[in-house]
């Protein structure tokens, strides 16, 4: 069963310095930076005062700018930031936030061992190979390794990803580090099938692509059709680690 479910709040809890403000997020993705912001609030409040206080059309259009850094502020938004694809605001937590993405979920049968598929994904250096928009991944040490992902016009995206739970021959779980050019996050689990000769391996990955002019480029690659791209890797996996040679590598690995 795949499923491609896109989550409705676009609010980024990861960026968020006014708790619990309802507006955060609701006239665009965060691109303000926390001081910024308060910073905006502080002068959009003067500006407001000072322009009512005169009573004139001046005096007005000092309130409607001084309302519009409000507005900035406390929403976290800024219009000309989007439009030039610049963000003073950097996430401060790692993997994806709540409810503030994209997520996929895909199961296949693969005919070969949970232990044998789980020590070929677990070396990520060997992901590329049939993960087809991974460009490259390094590993840095046990738990640390840096992405490379390719992105729309010949671009590519970065960012360093640590595993944050795993169970030999069952799990790994992993999540993008605060910084990250694409904020991801991901599972795959390995069921014993078949007596243990085969392996149901799901997949749940779930992503949120950065705002402005960049972030949609990155969200218009990553949303043309994800779980089909999922669907499509995971089956190169299949044809992969069943093959002649694969068992071998994979062993090996």
């Given amino acids: 069963m795949l499923t491609y479910i896109p989550f409705e709040n676009p ?10 403000n309802p507006l955060e997020g609701a006239i ?8 910024e912001r308060y910073g905006s609030i502080v002068g959009g409040v003067a500006l407001l005062a000072a322009g009512l206080s005169r009573r004139s059309l001046p005096g007005l259009l000092l ?6 850094f409000l507005i900035r502020g ?9 439009a030039i694809g610049a963000s003073t605001a950097c996430p401060q937590r790692p993997g994806v936030p709540d ?24 070396n990520l250096e060997n992901l590329p190979e049939f993960m087809e928009n991974i460009e490259s991944v390094r590993v840095r040490d046990d738990r640390r390794s840096h992405w490379v992902v390719k992105a729309p016009g010949g671009h590519c995206v970065e960012w360093d990803a640590e595993i944050v739970n795993e169970h030999p021959g069952e799990m790994i779980s992993w999540q993008t580090l ?5 904020q991801s996050a991901g599972t795959v689990r390995f069921t014993p099938a078949n007596g243990g000769k085969s392996t149901l391996l799901r997949v749940v990955l779930e992503f949120r692509p950065p705002g402005g002019a960049h972030g949609r480029s990155v969200a218009r690659f990553f949303g043309k059709d994800p ?6 890797d995971l089956a ?6 069943e093959s002649s040679n694969a068992g071998v590598s994979a062993a090996a690995s």
């Fill in 11 to 20: 609010g980024d809890g990861a960026s968020r310095g006014l708790r619990g």
């Fill in 28 to 35: 665009g993705p965060v691109n303000v930076g926390q001081a």
């Fill in 63 to 68: 309130a409607a700018l001084g309302g519009a």
């Fill in 74 to 82: 406390v929403g976290g938004h800024c219009r000309l930031y989007d």
């Fill in 99 to 122: 409810q503030s993405g994209h997520k996929i979920e895909k199961s296949i049968l693969i005919d070969r061992p949970p232990g044998e598929l789980f020590r070929f994904w677990r």
């Fill in 178 to 182: 605060p910084g990250a050019d694409v």
């Fill in 227 to 232: 779980a089909g791209q999922l669907d499509h």
């Fill in 236 to 241: 190169r996996l299949k044809r992969i680690i």
